[in-house]
């Protein structure tokens, strides 16, 4: 069986190369436009399992296909991806000295017995009260719209971060706890381990 990890993200493929797990990348084409913010686990899980899926049709029955989809939450609405360094700017401003979750959702499909398994992972993460310099000038630094809530937990420079809860890697994108758990469920020949 050869993995599939159906992500061009370069923190997934960092995350799954450090568990030591081979695999090829074919990155999911799912349109995953969300009809509202208001955050519910359902809706991020169907998100990971439809990534999956697209890909799970492209490939051949001799494959497990892992997905993830990533969410920053605040007061139960999600953070997508920002479309300027304006909108950028705003969300980190509403992220700053409060309290926010990062979900992520894994799903893993195994095409040739069709066996599925789908993990969600909670972290949370609390920023410092951050000056109007401080955003401008991460936000300069670093590419803020690639990221979900306008920001990478592993490049935030210091005096940004309060502190966090959980996994870190989730954070970043994949939790590798979760990763094993949903590779166990689905290929059981294989052993899996952290």
């Known amino acids: 069986m050869k993995l599939i990890l159906a992500s061009n993200s370069p923190r997934r493929k960092k995350i799954l190369t450090e568990l030591g797990l081979k695999f090829e990348v074919i990155p999911s084409n799912y349109d995953e436009k969300l009809t509202d913010d208001i955050f519910s686990y359902e809706k991020i899980e169907d998100l990971a399992t439809h990534k999956c899926l697209e890909v799970v049709n492209r490939v051949d029955k001799t ?7 990533t969410v920053v939450v605040l007061y139960n609405r999600i953070l997508g991806k920002p479309h300027s360094p304006e909108e950028a700017f705003q969300m980190l401003k509403n992220l700053a000295g409060v309290t926010h979750s990062v979900v992520t959702s ?26 109007d310099e401080m955003i401008q000038e991460y936000i300069e630094r670093f590419n803020p719209l690639d990221k979900a809530g306008s920001y990478g937990i592993q490049e935030l420079p210091s005096g940004f971060l309060d502190k966090y ?27 899996f381990t952290v």
Request: charged share 20%; hydrophobic share 40%.
């Open 165 to 191: 809860e959980g996994s870190f890697e989730n954070i970043v994108g994949l939790a590798p706890e979760a990763v094993i758990s949903v590779l166990k469920q689905i290929d059981s020949d294989n052993e």
């Open 63 to 69: 494959s497990i296909v892992l997905a993830a989809d």
């Open 106 to 131: 894994t799903c893993g499909i195994n095409t040739h017995t069709n066996r599925a398994a789908l993990i969600s992972t909670t972290s949370y993460v609390r920023f410092n009260k951050l000056s």
